[in-house]
């Protein structure tokens, strides 16, 4: 059984920051990505954020380019999303996921990811 554990969410206010951090416990795997998805309220879940463990690739939703920046160690499958200027349109539940296929060009698709955690709540005030 592989676990998907994040932490560091909260409530912020506008034009702050967070970290929010993401470990896997459990079996061991490997994963080709490993990333952030949020599901707001009255919305669909939308990618974030992923990195690809062949080559460190990042890549980023239009929405948070240039705000949010993505890490992580492949070897200890963490990942790490540190999200400045925050806005209260980024209020949402993070959850973090892990990708074990070579999903390429679709790593803003959910249901390629096969592992998700349970995610954690980040509310931004203005």
């Known amino acids: 059984q592989v676990q998907l554990v994040e932490s560091g969410g909260g409530l912020v206010q506008a034009g702050g920051s967070l970290i929010l951090s993401c470990a896997a416990s459990?079996?061991?795997?490997?994963?080709?990505?490993m990333g952030w998805f949020r599901h707001a309220p009255g919305k669909e879940r939308e990618f974030v954020a992923t990195?690809?463990?062949?080559?460190?690739?990042?890549y980023y939703a239009d929405s948070v380019k240039g705000r949010f920046t993505i890490s992580g160690d492949n070897a200890k499958n963490t990942v790490a999303l540190q999200m400045l200027s925050l806005k209260p349109e980024d209020t949402a539940v993070y959850y973090c996921a892990a990708s074990t296929k070579r999903i390429g060009i679709y790593y803003r698709v959910p249901r390629l990811y096969d592992y998700w955690g349970e995610g954690t709540q980040v509310t931004v005030s203005s």
């Open positions: 990195i690809s463990w062949s080559g460190g690739s990042t």
């Open positions: 459990g079996r061991t795997f490997s994963s080709y990505y």
